[in-house]
């Protein structure tokens, strides 16, 4: 694990993604990496995570100079996931840049572990956030709270975060 938080982005977002937001999040990924991001940290969900970890392979694919870092919750995380998603799941942990594996099996709260672990490492978070409570909503508030910057690609909301202190 040899990254700077000062030069690392997350992804968190929801896995009813659909590639609404792909164009912002190819020009978002290009203008953080020209800021000095180099790199991304995908905690591989489905939905948003699989998208976001694609674009980055894409642009390295195209000569910028980013690192994927896949951040897995526990080993199998990907077993329940449709096929299509499982067969994405693993074409991008072989073109990662480095897979971090939490936790060799599940275990309740091991969603949250690694959510944090996406936060407590960077210091941008590109969000796919509509309010919906869950996952990415406690992924979007801590990183709020922490001062990160964030930048969020859905259009529905952009929530008013006193409501959740």
Request: neutral net charge; charged residues 25%; glycine residues 6%.
């Amino acid at each position: 694990m040899a990254f700077e938080r000062q030069h690392t982005v997350a992804f968190t977002g929801h896995r009813t993604y659909a590639g609404e937001a792909a164009e912002e999040l190819y020009a978002r990924i290009d203008r953080l990496a020209a800021a000095g991001a180099t790199t991304f940290l995908s905690g591989m969900a489905r939905g948003f995570d699989l998208a976001a970890a694609e674009a980055v392979l894409q642009r390295r694919r195209e000569g910028l100079a980013v690192r994927l870092v896949t951040v897995v919750p526990f080993a199998s995380q990907a077993a329940s996931f449709p096929e299509e998603d499982r067969n994405r799941f693993r074409r991008i942990l072989t073109e990662a840049d480095e897979v971090i594996v939490l936790s060799p099996k599940y275990y309740p709260g091991c969603y949250q572990a690694r959510n944090d672990f996406l936060v407590d490492h960077a210091a941008h978070l590109i969000a796919w956030y509509n309010g919906a409570r869950g996952g990415t909503q406690y992924t979007f508030l801590r990183a709020a709270r922490q001062g990160l910057a964030i930048h969020n690609l859905s259009p529905e909301i952009q929530p008013d975060l006193r409501l959740f202190e």
